[in-house]
Structure formats: C-alpha cells, structure tokens
C-alpha cells in the first residue's frame, strides 16, 4: 500500500490554506461591497426625502404668494424648539378694499403661513413615521430654512433642506444648517457631511 509522502501532504495543507485565504478574503470583500450598498441605499433615501419635503414647501409658498414675507428668513426641523410665526405687520396688500377686508386676508394668510411651517417643522422631525416611540419618518437632523433672495421677501425665496450625511463629500456652499453636523466619533462639526438641496421660489403677483 502506498503512503503519501510528506512533501506530498505538506503541499496538500498549504493549497488548503491558500484556498481557505482566497475564501475568507472573498467573503470580507462581499461584506465591504455589502455596508458600501447600504449606505448609498441610505444616502439616496434622505436624497429622495429630501426632495419630498423641499418641493411641498415650494408648492406650499406658491399656493399662498402674499405669505411670502413671513416665509422668508425661516428655519425649522431639527434644533428648533417650535416653527415662527407670522407677523401680520410684514404682510402687504395691495388689492382694493376697506380695512376690515384687508385685515380678515392678511389674518388668513397668516393663519396659512402658520399652518404650513408647523406642518414642515413636523415633517422634517419625522413624526409622520414612528418606530418605538421614535420619530423615523425624515433624514438624520433634517432642517428646513427659507431664505429671500431678491432682499425684499415679496419675490423670490431660496427653500432649502439640509441633513446629515453618511460619510464625508465636498462641503456645500448653501448655508442652511452649517456647523450642526458631526460624525460619531469626530472631533468637531464638519460641512463635509452635510447635504443640502435647494429650490428657488418665485411667488406670483395677484394684486
């Protein structure tokens, strides 16, 4: 009976080895390509989100153009005990009318304007979804901020959203939430991980 040699054997382990090497270097490699995709799936989530929320302040200010001073200058969501509200004494009218038809609008439009930066406030803190008692339905830290653009607030506005991001890109030139996101285990706050998206507003002149 022939017995294996044992340079035969010891080749025999070290094949083993290397193929046991090449298998368990694969399988990291999977898990690597595995976190990689989820966080892209993740980042396009809040992308998308992001995207939602933004377009229905756009629709929301368009749907109610003589609010538009009192939603420029905002800021809401994440960091913001409550949303503003609107000053009545920054609203213009400029339709015929008496006082009390120019009061019983500008009182309206006000209560619209009220009404729509609660519901963003709220819809940037995810309460529309909830999982154990914890708000899930928005980005990480989603804020909302309305800036005027032609320095007036009568015209045309800047609504923006910003959150945090998974992982360090080039910092955006948009304001809105700067310094107020931080990787976990980072030293400091960092704009390289925040994103933004941005959709400029013009409201219509009805008067």
Excluded at 11 to 20: G, K, N, P, W
Excluded at 159 to 184: D, H, I, K, R
Aim: charged share 15%; hydrophobic share 45%.
């Amino acid at each position: 009976m022939n017995r294996p040699l044992k340079s035969e054997a010891g080749f025999a382990i070290i094949e083993a080895l290397i193929t046991l090497f090449i298998v368990v270097f694969g399988l990291l490699a999977l898990v690597g390509l595995q976190n990689r995709m989820l966080l892209v799936e993740m980042e396009s989530y809040q992308r998308s989100q992001a995207i939602t929320l933004a377009k229905d302040m756009k629709q929301r200010i368009e749907a109610n153009p003589l609010g538009t001073p009192c939603y420029a200058g905002t800021a809401v969501g994440a960091g913001v005990s409550s949303p503003p509200t609107c000053n009545v004494g920054s609203l213009v009218v400029s339709r015929p009318g008496t006082t009390a038809e120019i009061t019983a609008v500008k009182t309206a439009v006000k209560a619209q304007v009220d009404a729509d930066l609660a519901r963003w406030h709220n819809a940037l803190l995810g309460v529309a979804e909830k999982k154990d008692g914890v708000n899930v339905g928005a980005m990480i830290g989603a804020r909302g901020c309305i800036a005027d653009i032609d320095a007036t607030g009568t015209s045309e506005v800047l609504v923006t959203v910003a959150w945090q991001g998974l992982t360090e890109t080039v910092a955006t030139p948009v304001s809105c939430g700067s310094g107020q996101y931080t990787l976990p285990g980072a030293a400091s706050a960092s704009d390289a991980v925040r994103r933004t998206l941005a959709l400029a507003v013009r409201a219509a002149k009805l008067d």
